[in-house]
C-alpha cells in the first residue's frame, strides 16, 4: 500500500495555478516533516519545498521561491502545493514525501532523505 497519495495535477497553460494535495493512506504522519520533489523525463528527481511537522517552517528550491506554497492541515494529515505563476519548465512528475526530521538551509534536503513516498501526480504546462 503506498503510504501517502497524490491528487491535484493536470494540464494548465503558462501563467495558470494548481492545487496539489497529499494525504496520508494506512497510518499517520501528522508529526512528520514534509516535502514535494518533482521529477521531468530524462531528469533526476529535484527538491521543490519542504515543511516541517508543525507547519512552521518552509523552505523551498530557488526556481520555485516566490510562486509555490507549502502548507499542511494535521488534522487532515495532509500537505499542499499551491502553485502559481506556472512555466513550461515546471513539467514533471510530483512527488510527496515524509521523513521524522525537517531538512530546508541547513540540512540539505535530498530525496535520499526521505523514507516515505507517494506514487506521484503529473502536472503538464503548456506553452
Known amino acids: 500500500q503506498v503510504p501517502l497519495v497524490e491528487s491535484g495535477g493536470g494540464l494548465v497553460q503558462a501563467g495558470g495555478s494548481l492545487r496539489l494535495s497529499c494525504a496520508a493512506s494506512?497510518?499517520?504522519?501528522?508529526?512528520?516533516?514534509k516535502a514535494w520533489f518533482r521529477q521531468a523525463p530524462g531528469k533526476e528527481r529535484e527538491f521543490v519545498a519542504s515543511i516541517n511537522w508543525s507547519g512552521g517552517s518552509t523552505y523551498y528550491a530557488d526556481s520555485v521561491k516566490g510562486r509555490f506554497t507549502i502548507s499542511r492541515v494535521n488534522a487532515k494529515d495532509s500537505v499542499y502545493l499551491q502553485m502559481n505563476n506556472l512555466k513550461p519548465e515546471d513539467t514533471a512528475v510530483y512527488y510527496c514525501?515524509?521523513?521524522?526530521?525537517?531538512?530546508?538551509?541547513?540540512?540539505?534536503?535530498?530525496?535520499?532523505?526521505?523514507?516515505?513516498w507517494g506514487q506521484g501526480t503529473q502536472v503538464t504546462v503548456s506553452s
Open positions: 514525501a515524509a521523513a521524522i526530521t525537517f531538512y530546508g538551509s541547513d540540512r540539505r534536503p535530498d530525496s535520499t532523505r526521505y523514507n516515505y
Open positions: 494506512g497510518r499517520t504522519f501528522s508529526d512528520y516533516a
